[in-house]
């Protein structure tokens, strides 16, 4: 669960060599001894979902998924694929996070829309406390059509607009938003910093929270109408480089 801050070589010999944040690295022609130091990120991936082995359980911790609708949501092709041609109030729902208190965070998920003129206010990955609407979510064209946007209860901490670009691709996306300490929110599309202010309101720390996948909030009816390869939280606040190599490695690989 950990993300690679630097891994050197031959640490404090005179002769090291940063390889950066890399996780494999191929010796050639090895003919003495060499040592290898790895530097991490403080914090930790905490939860992840990504459908491939045919099921909405949580890899990382135990917060398993359930999966609703009208019908029962597919997962195929390691996705997690919701409401196909019009909403049957199809979406997924986990445990609660037993024991863990989450304040600073990065929620990300790699999504397909299905119709980019969806009705607005779909959310791709969310947190909230059980049963309580109190909510942040990865939210697709509440406020603005086909603008991402961090969704809150109520708009509490969501600007009218935040700048961002109308989402014109039918490819898989990476979005990302960061939950810091000083009340800031940063939004990310493709590895990219996504808005120009999304900054309101103050910091919610969650405890034993549930996600919700396919939905802003457990009992909203706007679901998504999509594909969601993989959610991950982290609970710490990734920085824009960290976010550029998720982007750049994508999902299924730590």
Same mark, same amino acid.
């Given at each position: 669960?950990?993300?690679?801050?630097?891994?050197?070589?031959?640490?404090?010999?005179?002769? &090291?060599?940063?390889?950066?944040? #890399?996780?494999?690295?191929?010796?050639?022609?090895?003919?003495?001894?060499?040592?290898?130091?790895?530097?991490? %990120?403080?914090?930790?991936?905490?939860?992840?979902?990504?459908?491939?082995?045919?099921?909405?359980?949580?890899?990382?911790?135990?917060?398993?998924?359930?999966?609703?609708?009208?019908?029962?949501?597919?997962?195929?092709?390691?996705?997690? %694929?919701?409401?196909?041609?019009?909403?049957?109030?199809?979406?997924?729902?986990?445990?609660?996070?037993?024991? &863990?208190?989450?304040? #600073?965070?990065?929620? %990300?998920?790699?999504?397909?829309?299905?119709?980019?003129?969806?009705?607005?206010?779909?959310? %791709?990955?969310?947190?909230?406390?059980?049963?309580?609407?109190?909510?942040?979510?990865?939210?697709?064209?509440?406020?603005?059509?086909?603008?991402?946007?961090?969704?809150?209860?109520?708009?509490?901490?969501? #600007?009218?607009?935040?700048?961002?670009?109308?989402?014109?691709?039918?490819?898989?996306?990476?979005?990302?938003?960061?939950?810091?300490?000083?009340?800031?929110?940063?939004?990310?599309?493709?590895? #990219?910093?996504?808005?120009?202010?999304?900054?309101?309101?103050?910091?919610?720390?969650?405890?034993?929270?549930?996600?919700?996948?396919?939905?802003?909030?457990?009992?909203?009816? &706007?679901?998504?109408?999509?594909?969601?390869?993989?959610?991950?939280?982290?609970?710490?606040?990734?920085?824009?480089?960290?976010?550029?190599?998720?982007?750049?490695?994508?999902?299924?690989?730590?």
């Amino acid at each position: 669960g950990y993300l690679v801050a630097d891994v050197v070589l031959d640490a404090g010999t005179g002769s &090291e060599t940063s390889l950066g944040a #890399v996780t494999t690295y191929t010796f050639a022609n090895v003919q003495t001894d060499h040592t290898i130091t790895a530097t991490f %990120v403080p914090g930790f991936l905490t939860h992840r979902w990504s459908f491939n082995d045919g099921t909405a359980n949580d890899l990382v911790g135990t917060a398993h998924g359930t999966l609703f609708g009208n019908t029962t949501p597919a997962i195929t092709g390691g996705k997690l %694929v919701l409401n196909s041609g019009s909403d049957q109030n199809q979406y997924m729902k986990t445990s609660a996070f037993t024991g &863990e208190t989450l304040g #600073v965070r990065t929620l %990300v998920a790699w999504v397909t829309l299905s119709d980019l003129n969806q009705p607005g206010g779909a959310g %791709v990955l969310g947190i909230h406390p059980a049963g309580v609407d109190n909510f942040d979510s990865i939210v697709y064209g509440e406020r603005v059509a086909k603008q991402w946007m961090n969704g809150s209860d109520f708009f509490q901490r969501t #600007v009218a607009n935040n700048g961002g670009a109308l989402e014109t691709s039918a490819g898989e996306v990476m979005m990302a938003i960061v939950y810091d300490s000083d009340n800031s929110i940063k939004l990310y599309r493709n590895g #990219v910093r996504y808005d120009t202010n999304a900054n309101t309101g103050t910091l919610q720390t969650r405890t034993a929270p549930i996600a919700v996948l396919g939905r802003r909030h457990e009992s909203t009816p &706007e679901d998504l109408q999509g594909a969601i390869n993989e959610a991950r939280i982290y609970d710490y606040a990734l920085t824009a480089g960290e976010i550029q190599a998720l982007n750049n490695l994508g999902p299924d690989i730590l």
